[in-house]
């Protein structure tokens, strides 16, 4: 990860002009796959707000004309108004997959944020204030970074029932350190300059510099960083999903629907796998796309 | 490099001991103990197990005890739900399947995903370069957990070609390899090939090129090295997610390592089982840190510690 | 009672009389090469210690590896095991076994009365720590309960050795079904040397001596257990299969793959797939009856919610769930609707006639539930909210989620909370539930073993359902000649109060491999032993 904290560092430093992020919005909309990404992202994100309009079932109540015998009368049909089918107790799989959308972007956007969030204001207080503040904070990221997260996770939900704060809560806390080690070299650049010995010497205080004068300039960074960690929450709740410790029935994510799909792919139900996995990847490559996009396009290197 | 080295070792003695007391304090205060069972036990039974167990004394030894024990014995204590074993026996017989498979998976992930990333960027644009960068975007979403019941369904229903699980020799090795490298591999390859990309666009190897060097020197003498920092520092998350992975594969292949044990203690409240295989975990994830690390300042001695 | 004790033993006999003892091959059959038989396990097995062990796999593989005073045959029905027969005092309260003199360890030592002795105390002994240890309590041993509340010493226990070969029992009460509870694993000897000599770890291949037909070659935890004949078993010439073979696959919907891929020669077909696999493969797919039944227990004590305190919501409740949905769309397995608790198949018990569900269809139990709902004051303006708690399984959620539905048409709003089954268990004993999923097997095949679960004096009654009468009814039966109509009379009040939702009594559904024989047909207990087993040629 030092080698990401040093390019960003070097890239971050002119992106503090308006035009510069015209610059960027230009070179991101030049590149086809982030234009491709960002469709997409577009279209997944249409279809968790608004697919649910043209549901003809409610995802929970079940149909009793195909219950008991879904590999048979179960499979997409218009004529049903079952369009992605249905799952083993006869609920429809399309306002289930609008639903599934909805709760997996969720994870997503909001994990990301709050590791943004998180890493953004310890990295960039560590590497404003440095020296031993800094050291022990770093060295505090050092210690919180060998815990195995995944394990703790499954230990809080095993224990403390499944619940979806926690859950949102736990994806956010597993990745907050790698932000704030970034930002934190980031930062340690940004202080330097004169902008911010400006403020200092004008008296403004800590907080508030960081807060003015840092965070700002570390955009950039901080927006990449975020679409590309979206994607991992989003495959993180998928693993807890598979575990049986993610969301709630009757609620539901796409992790779930793909591993209830997953278990019974030998029982000709593949369409309780294909049509949850295919707004899955889409919705993945939608965010490595347009990740993968911003950084180049944020990148002032010319490719 | 000797100083940090030993920095480094030192930093994970605290480490550890944050990470008993996190999981210890989690635990304790969960409710639903171990030894809940479906008829509520005689008071006087309850008192015996709590006392064979120790979880009659006060938090604070409790701990204590047990860190104690570890430090002076490496003894993690007896299971409290699998009666005739402890958790040495548990991780002795569960960590070298664990160790094994995830091994190999990293050696693939690492080999092929390199190869396949060189290949790519070497022929960019060609129909190889689409190929490797079609299939690491597929195979880098497609969840593990979705791919082990296919390869099942695949290799031992239909073609009847390998075992459908457990762990009895190498046959039984495949499978868990390959469902658990190759999300791993994906992200390799696609590293490998925009970091060589990158340097094989660089002024030192337009020099080296210059001089009239052979293609495939250029190639393995001067652009791969630098082009594996970004590699390298992936193996870290790489290694992680193989730990997590190795749920997966244990649950669905019957490997009978140690993810799967991890999981059973969290689901039954086997404190014991579930502290040792976290601190196995966390003592794992630190060194191989510590190597990563290492290996990065071998490659790029621009890095300062 | 003198009469029914007299029944007891004569029946007995008779069952000794005519049952086969191990393989019961008929003349003429060629048998296979390979005798070995693959079996699944959806979890690691815990011990193999039989005063330790508490789960159902354990317990297949303890009755391979030990042998008790009696087994089970195909039809549930007793037959010899280490004991050959035994006589029962006048007053029912003493038990005394004879032993057979051919019963060996497998390190050649012969099994003595001492060692069920030893086995016995060992299990009430508070210083094992047995979660089993209230079994003995169960059988009503002398002084058990004082010992496991630890103020008695462990041999003041009421079982004695006369000599090598004779084992006598004391009771407290007089327990019609006594020598049926003997077929429990955590009666199995143990030998007192062994486990004195390798302390925990004497449960290890290699450590462990057993009684049983089989010894332990190999147990990886979690991947499988192999078990081997052992020769110095006293039936071991009539014993076919040679080798025993556990795999822990911890999903069920694999383990039906690689069943089907040859692996395994018996697994448990997943809900749903039943119809399916029995037209694919009619002679591989069976569903028997099992000794076990699917309730949802109601809250009715000070902290469930006020709701639940008035039985004709409870009732309503009841009514409003469509059994047959559950077992004919979703189970799938031959599983049977259940209006009352007792298990259909368990052996001399007949459900009483029950109005709602003899004399209504579910359409008039639907109308009748929204009745009382509105009588009791809740309806569509005023839903009843409710949670109904459920421990992990594919299984357990798709009938909650079926019933929460169902409970919706009669203006129950219901929120599904799923726990780790420990987490479910401590709060349904905590009281800290509305209704919550449970399910009681059989510890042995007679009806009291789940009636007394909702006597205000059980372990179990979680739901604290507590009934003068439905208590009285359950003293009495303990003594009455025929229990039945006072059973069905606790059963009427079940009905009646309706502290519990009935939903389905279990079935097995199985997949096993056509050249399988010997495997119980008709036990509920799915009581098995690998020594009755061989494999024929094709």
Request: proline share 4%; hydrophobic share 45%; with cysteine.
């Amino acid at each position: 990860m030092v080698a990401t904290a040093e390019q960003t560092a070097e890239q971050a430093a002119p992106a503090a002009g308006r035009s510069l992020w015209a610059d960027a919005r230009r070179r991101f909309f030049r590149n086809r796959a982030a234009l491709l990404g960002f469709v997409i992202l577009v279209f997944v994100t249409a279809f968790a707000l608004f697919g649910g309009a043209l549901a003809q079932w409610s995802g929970e109540e079940l149909d009793y004309a195909v219950m008991g015998q879904v590999a048979e009368l179960g499979g997409p049909s218009l004529a049903t108004g079952h369009y992605f089918g249905t799952d083993d107790l006869g609920r429809d799989l399309y306002a289930r997959t609008v639903q599934g959308t909805q709760i997996s972007l969720a994870v997503g956007v909001i994990g990301a944020l709050i590791a943004c969030v998180v890493g953004t204001l310890y990295g960039a207080t560590a590497g404003y204030f440095g020296g031993r503040t800094d050291s022990v904070m770093m060295r505090l990221v050092d210690i919180f970074m060998a815990v195995p997260y995944m394990f703790i996770l499954i230990l809080l939900l095993v224990m403390y029932g499944r619940s979806i704060t926690i859950l949102f809560i736990g994806v956010g806390l597993i990745s907050w350190m790698e932000m704030a080690r970034i930002v934190r070299g980031q930062t340690l650049s940004l202080k330097g300059r004169e902008f911010v010995e400006a403020a200092r010497a004008t008296g403004v205080s800590a907080p508030v510099i960081i807060a003015r004068h840092i965070v700002p300039n570390l955009l950039g960074v901080i927006a990449v960083y975020a679409t590309l960690l979206v994607p991992l929450m989003i495959l993180t709740e998928s693993f807890i999903s598979f575990l049986g410790l993610g969301v709630q029935e009757p609620m539901t994510s796409l992790g779930a629907l793909i591993s209830e799909g997953a278990g019974t792919i030998a029982y000709g139900t593949t369409w309780q796998l294909g049509f949850p996995l295919l707004f899955f990847c889409l919705t993945l490559f939608g965010f490595f796309f347009v990740g993968d996009g911003l950084r180049d396009a944020l990148d002032p290197k010319d490719r | 490099m000797i100083a940090y080295t030993l920095k480094r070792i030192a930093i994970a003695i605290p480490t550890l001991l944050v990470l008993i007391v996190i999981s210890f304090l989690l635990m304790h205060a969960a409710p639903g103990g171990p030894f809940t069972s479906e008829r509520e036990l005689p008071p006087q039974v309850l008192a015996n197990l709590n006392a064979k167990y120790g979880l009659d004394d006060p938090l604070w030894k409790q701990i204590g005890t047990y860190v104690w024990n570890i430090v002076t014995g490496f003894d993690f204590g007896p299971s409290f739900v699998y009666k005739d074993r402890t958790v040495n026996e548990i991780i002795g017989a569960g960590f070298p399947i664990t160790l094994t498979y995830g091994l190999l998976s990293f050696v693939v992930a690492v080999t092929v995903g390199v190869s396949l990333g060189v290949a790519a960027a070497v022929r960019h644009n060609s129909a190889l370069d689409y190929a490797a960068v079609g299939l690491s975007i597929g195979a880098q979403v497609l969840p593990n957990f979705v791919m082990a019941p296919i390869l099942v369904l695949v290799f031992t229903l239909w073609l009847g070609w390998l075992p459908g699980g457990g762990w009895q020799g190498p046959e039984t090795w495949i499978m868990p390899v390959i469902a658990l490298s190759t999300s791993f591999m994906a992200s390799i390859a696609r590293i490998t090939r925009s970091s060589m990309l990158e340097v094989l666009g660089s002024n030192h190897i337009r020099a080296a090129r210059a001089k009239g060097l052979p293609e495939h020197r250029v190639i393995l003498r001067h652009a791969l090295k630098p082009a594996m920092l970004p590699v390298i520092s992936y193996l870290g998350p790489a290694f992680v997610g193989m730990i997590t992975g190795s749920v997966v594969i244990d649950i669905y292949f019957s490997t009978g390592g140690i993810g799967k044990a991890f999981v059973d203690s969290a689901l039954n409240r086997d404190y014991a089982v579930m502290m040792g295989v976290t601190i196995l975990m966390g003592a794992l994830t630190i060194t191989f840190n510590l190597v990563v690390d290492i290996l990065y300042g071998w490659i790029d001695p621009k890095i300062r510690y | 009672m003198k009469f029914r004790l007299k029944m007891a033993v004569s029946a007995l006999a008779l069952g000794l009389a005519t049952t086969a003892f191990a393989a019961d091959v008929p003349d003429g059959t060629t048998l296979a090469e390979d005798q070995s038989y693959t079996f699944w396990l959806l979890d690691a097995i815990k011990s193999i210690d039989p005063q330790i062990n508490t789960d159902v796999e354990g317990s297949d593989i303890l009755r391979n590896l030990f042998e008790g005073l009696y087994n089970e045959d195909g039809d549930g029905q007793l037959v010899p095991g280490v004991a050959l027969d035994h006589s029962v005092s006048e007053d029912g309260k003493t038990y005394t076994f004879t032993l057979r003199d051919d019963a060996q360890w497998s390190n050649g030592e012969p099994v003595t009365a001492g060692d069920f002795v030893y086995a016995w105390r060992r299990l009430a002994d508070p210083a094992t720590a047995s979660e089993y240890a209230w079994y003995m309590e169960l059988m009503q041993v002398e002084n058990a309960a004082a010992i496991i509340a630890g103020d008695m010493d462990p041999s003041e226990l009421g079982v004695r050795a006369v000599d090598d070969h004779t084992l006598e029992v004391t009771i407290t009460t007089p327990l019609p079904y006594f020598p049926q509870m003997l077929v429990h694993g955590s009666t199995f000897p143990v030998l007192q040397s062994v486990i004195e000599e390798h302390d925990d770890d004497w449960t290890d291949a290699g450590n462990l001596v057993g009684n049983g037909a089989y010894t332990l070659t190999e147990h990886q935890l979690g991947e499988r257990v192999v078990m081997e004949k052992n020769d110095t078993y006293w039936d071991s010439d009539a014993t076919v299969m040679d080798t025993l073979t556990a795999l822990t696959i911890n999903d069920g919907n694999q383990a039906l793959t690689r069943y089907l891929a040859g692996e395994l020669d018996r697994v448990d077909i997943p809900a749903g797939q039943y119809p399916r696999l029995k037209e694919e493969y009619p002679n591989q797919a069976v569903s028997t009856p099992y000794n076990c039944s699917y309730i949802y227990m109601l809250n009715v004590g000070d902290k469930g919610p006020e709701a639940l305190k008035d039985a004709n919501v409870r009732r309503a409740l009841a009514y409003a769930i469509d059994r047959d949905i559950v077992v004919d769309r979703i189970l799938q397995g031959g599983q049977r609707p259940s209006y009352n608790w007792t298990h259909w198949a368990v052996a001399g018990f007949e459900r009483p006639e029950l109005d709602w569900a003899d004399d209504m269809d579910q359409a008039a139990r639907l109308e009748k539930a929204k009745e009382l709902m509105a009588e009791a004051g809740y309806g569509p303006d005023n839903p009843l909210a409710l949670t109904l708690q459920y421990n992990t399984s594919d299984d357990h959620k798709k009938i909650a989620i079926a019933a929460s539905q169902m409970l919706k048409a009669i203006g129950v709003d219901v929120t599904l909370d799923n726990y780790e089954w420990k987490v479910h268990t401590d709060r349904m004993q905590n009281q800290d539930f509305d209704m919550a999923r449970y399910a009681w097997c059989g510890d042995y095949n007679e009806a009291s073993t789940y009636l007394d679960l909702f006597t205000s004096y059980s372990g179990h009654n979680n739901g604290e359902f507590f009934s003068d009468a439905y208590d009285q009814v359950m003293r009495d039966s303990k003594t009455a000649d025929d229990p039945l109509p006072l059973y069905q009379e606790a059963e009427r009040i079940l009905a009646d109060q309706m502290p519990i939702i009935p939903i389905y009594h279990y079935a097995n559904v199985d997949m096993i491999a056509e050249d399988i024989r010997g495997l119980p047909q008709n036990n509920v207990n799915n009581t098995w032993y690998g020594k009755n087993l061989y494999r024929v040629a094709e």
